[in-house]
């Protein structure tokens, strides 16, 4: 299969990339690791006319933390994050969601800037990032800004981004002591999008009581979805069976998934529930380790 | 916290779902996707690019169409069909090479993204007579190919875990060609390959080869 026609360019500045973007619009893409926008051009589902390439801009692959922040450059690959000690330690989850993602080669190109700005429910990386609460970092003509994970996605394949706003970087909080973070999908076959999928990240005080408590949901919902009633029941709570067991009944019936070839509606609201439960006792057991 | 609306509902996303419910049309506003029909569009599109690759240590220069794919320039412009195309839509491995060192799906690459990177094929694994690599001697030790197809992507993906994961354990080796699909000869003997490489790579003599056949 071949893309229809398109002209390519691979600037080396942010500031040179975003006059191309201002310059070709809404008929413009940005290419990172091309890993959903070449299968999308190559079914012809998209022909953009200008293919922007930012993979040769400098500085967007970097993972760094600076005081209480984390912040992981657009460009940097799924492989990296999946190998990266100084993350994996804050943050188990990303050793969890990076090896349900695709396969070996596919980890080796995507990127999760890319994964984010592709607007897609069924990927992994938004549920991640509304359990860790993260803040998209978007430049523009007009300079840089922010916008919490809340507002990032707007519809399907469509998110806060302008078009001629790079996503630059994800910014993450770093977590307090006694935290911990979890996440699992349910998949068919390696590199199969997510039948359901549950991102968990809690944090515990002293005494067992639920302090912080954030739940993404992957692929059964037309947006990335926060279980905001899951997410209530657990804070302030210590984490008894019962409490996480209706924390993950809430988010069991305030999804909304489609009927698909992964399953129906009903088998797929069982296993969010199922899910959901689950990450919640493994972050807890992480947030306590 | 905004409450956006939620979109219509259709098949869930497209590329994935390649045999089942890919959406018919791509919706309407949702998203900016352009499909502009190819007559409208301007004259300078598509202006073709030079690029330059090495593969296998020797540097090639070509003038390429941009939507032209890294696996039709190495297997039609440069000739070297050992790189295979299997399914054409990421699943399968058959086309992986290394790009500056890293396992990739040269189906899914753009030429034009390769320009002045080093890329290594399965031609370069061994020259003509020489000596067969330890991988390629333990995937013919442990009759690790039948048809031989997926066998390139194999020893390619192959390569960078056993430079990645010198002594992996049998899980991280499944787990590390999770990305290649074999239809023939069953993944045991490939496996087994990949452990006679390991073995010989650390100077350790692999385990005695008693291939299965399933
Ligand atoms: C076989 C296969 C299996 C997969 N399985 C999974 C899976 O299980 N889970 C999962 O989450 N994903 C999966 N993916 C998707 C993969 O992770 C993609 O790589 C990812 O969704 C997109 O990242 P990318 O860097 O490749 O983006 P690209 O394909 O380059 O871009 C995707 C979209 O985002 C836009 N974009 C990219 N970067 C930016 C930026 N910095 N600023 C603004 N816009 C930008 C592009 O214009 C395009 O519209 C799979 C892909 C394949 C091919
Ligand atoms: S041909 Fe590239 S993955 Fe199958
Ligand atoms: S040897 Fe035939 S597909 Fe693997």
């Not at chain 2, 499909?35 to 598509?46: D, S």
């Not at chain 2, 320009?115 to 001697?137: D, F, H, R, W, Y």
């Not at chain 2, 899980?171 to 490489?197: F, H, M, P």
């Amino acid at each position: 299969m071949i893309a229809a026609d398109f002209n390519y360019e691979a600037p080396t500045t942010l500031d040179e990339a975003i006059s191309l973007l201002q310059k070709y619009g809404d008929e413009a893409k940005i290419l990172s690791g091309g890993h959903s926008l070449i299968p999308m051009m190559k079914l012809r589902f998209a022909s953009p006319e200008h293919i922007i390439d930012i993979n040769n801009i400098p500085g967007l692959s970097d993972i760094s933390i600076a005081g209480d922040t984390v912040h992981i450059g657009a460009l940097v690959r799924e492989a990296q994050i999946e190998h990266s000690a100084q993350l994996n330690e804050h943050f188990p989850i990303f050793a969890d969601v990076t090896k349900l993602i695709a396969d070996p080669q596919v980890r080796n190109m995507g990127t999760i800037g890319g994964n984010l700005a592709h607007g897609d429910a069924a990927n992994d990386h938004p549920a991640v990032m509304i359990a860790l609460n993260a803040t998209v970092i978007a430049t523009g003509p007009d300079g840089v800004r922010s916008i919490p994970i809340d507002e990032f996605f707007l519809g399907f394949y469509m998110t806060a981004l302008q078009p001629d706003e790079i996503l630059t970087e994800i910014q993450i909080p770093m977590p307090a002591a006694g935290t911990g973070s979890a996440y699992h999908k349910l998949e068919r076959k390696v590199g199969d999008y997510a039948t359901a999928g549950a991102a968990v990240q809690l944090t515990l005080d002293g005494n067992g009581v639920c302090t912080y408590a954030g739940i993404g949901l992957t692929n059964v919902n037309p947006l990335p979805l926060r279980a905001e009633r899951s997410e209530a029941a657990l804070l302030g709570k210590t984490l008894t069976d019962e409490v996480i067991a209706e924390a993950a009944q809430f988010a069991a019936e305030d999804c909304n998934p489609s009927a698909d070839l992964r399953g129906d509606e009903e088998y797929k609201r069982a296993m969010v529930g199922v899910l959901v439960k689950r990450m919640i006792h493994k972050a807890a057991e992480r947030a306590v380790a | 916290m905004t409450t956006p609306q939620p979109p219509p509902k259709t098949g869930g996303g497209a590329v994935r779902d390649s045999f089942g419910d890919l959406p018919l049309l791509k919706q309407e506003g949702a998203g900016g996707w352009s499909n502009v029909a190819q007559a409208n569009k301007p004259e300078t599109i598509n202006m073709k690019k030079q690029i330059t690759v090495t593969v296998n240590g020797q540097a090639h220069t070509a003038e390429v169409e941009p939507r032209l794919l890294l696996v039709h320039l190495i297997r039609e412009n440069l000739n070297m069909t050992g790189t295979h195309i299997g399914c054409d839509t990421s699943s399968c491995g058959a086309c992986t090479i290394l790009l500056d060192g890293k396992s990739v799906k040269s189906c899914t690459i753009l030429a034009v993204q390769a320009n002045g990177k080093s890329i290594a094929t399965v031609e370069g694994m061994c020259a003509p007579g020489a000596p067969l690599s330890n991988l390629q001697e333990g995937f013919k030790e442990n009759h690790g190919l039948h048809c031989g197809f997926c066998t390139p992507g194999m020893m390619m993906r192959a390569t960078e875990l056993l430079e990645m994961n010198p002594d992996p354990t049998e899980d991280e080796i499944r787990w590390g060609i999770s990305g290649n699909l074999c239809r023939c000869t069953g993944y045991n003997n490939i496996v087994k390959a990949i452990q006679y490489a390991s073995a010989k790579n650390r100077g350790v003599e692999p385990a005695s080869t008693e291939p299965q056949f399933v």
